[in-house]
């Protein structure tokens, strides 16, 4: 059974460019959240995707969007890339189920490095 | 919003002895879950334990174990046993039991096991 996995694994841009990164969620889960790790920190939430919505968001600009297709996998797209995005993106999912919509225990991928120069 | 504190940013055990790591949290919400995840160098996150805030019965997972204390909002780690391959980032994390709700982690804290 694959777990999450991402794509790619590590990326080089300068600034202004954009990107796009890429997971594939557990298999069984249907819900994809993305996280934003600095070195040294704790994973910040930048929204999480549900039935191809996007359904919770994170103190993060309208540059990083995302969107989630028909067979759960996610993208995560961040536009006019700053120094400051420079992190690993941790790319996390988990099940939603039952009338309450809650969900459960999340996995996480092994991230993808993103050096903006 | 809540926010969740790990006030020890590093931490060393000798080989087979036992350590806590300590995590303090803040909400108003009383149905909740709390899970402990570890990153190893190799950076992917794997999830250690969970305790969801309704049982009142500690989790346990083989070596590890938390001390859940809901009125003070704290959520131990203890790791017996320790072993090199617990050297690792531990980071503590909430999440509500309410509709898409997100995690809030702490910013971590570093072990470091000796030989």
């Known amino acids: 059974d694959a777990g999450v996995t991402q794509s790619p694994t590590h990326l080089i841009k300068t600034r202004g460019q954009q990107v796009t990164l890429r997971c594939s969620p557990k298999s069984g889960h249907d819900t994809v959240s993305w996280y934003q790790q600095a070195l040294g920190q704790g994973p910040q939430f930048i929204f999480q995707y549900y039935e191809e919505e996007e359904r919770q968001r994170g103190n993060f600009p309208d540059r990083f969007s995302g969107h989630q297709f028909p067979n759960y996998s996610s993208e995560l797209n961040v536009n006019a890339l700053l120094l400051g995005d420079s992190a690993l993106y941790l790319c996390?999912?988990?099940?939603?189920?039952?009338?309450?919509?809650?969900?459960?225990?999340?996995?996480f991928g092994p991230g993808t490095r993103l050096t903006v120069l | 919003a809540q926010t969740v504190t790990q006030s020890q940013p590093e931490m060393s055990v000798q080989e087979a002895e036992t350590v806590t790591l300590s995590c303090t949290y803040d909400?108003?919400?009383?149905?909740?879950?709390l899970f402990w995840y570890k990153q190893p160098p190799s950076r992917q996150m794997i999830l250690v334990i969970r305790?969801?805030?309704?049982?009142?019965q500690n989790a346990t997972e083989n070596r590890f174990s938390v001390n859940f204390q809901k009125a003070a909002k704290s959520f131990s780690l203890k790791i017996s046993d320790s072993q090199l391959g617990d050297a690792a980032m531990y980071f503590c994390?909430?999440?509500?039991?309410?509709?898409?709700?997100?995690?809030?982690f702490g910013s971590g804290t570093k072990l470091n096991v000796k030989p």
């Open positions: 994390a909430y999440r509500s039991a309410n509709n898409f709700n997100k995690f809030y």
């Open positions: 996390a999912s988990s099940s939603t189920s039952g009338r309450a919509l809650r969900t459960d225990t999340q996995y």
């Open positions: 305790q969801e805030a309704y049982k009142q």
């Open positions: 909400t108003s919400e009383s149905d909740y879950y």
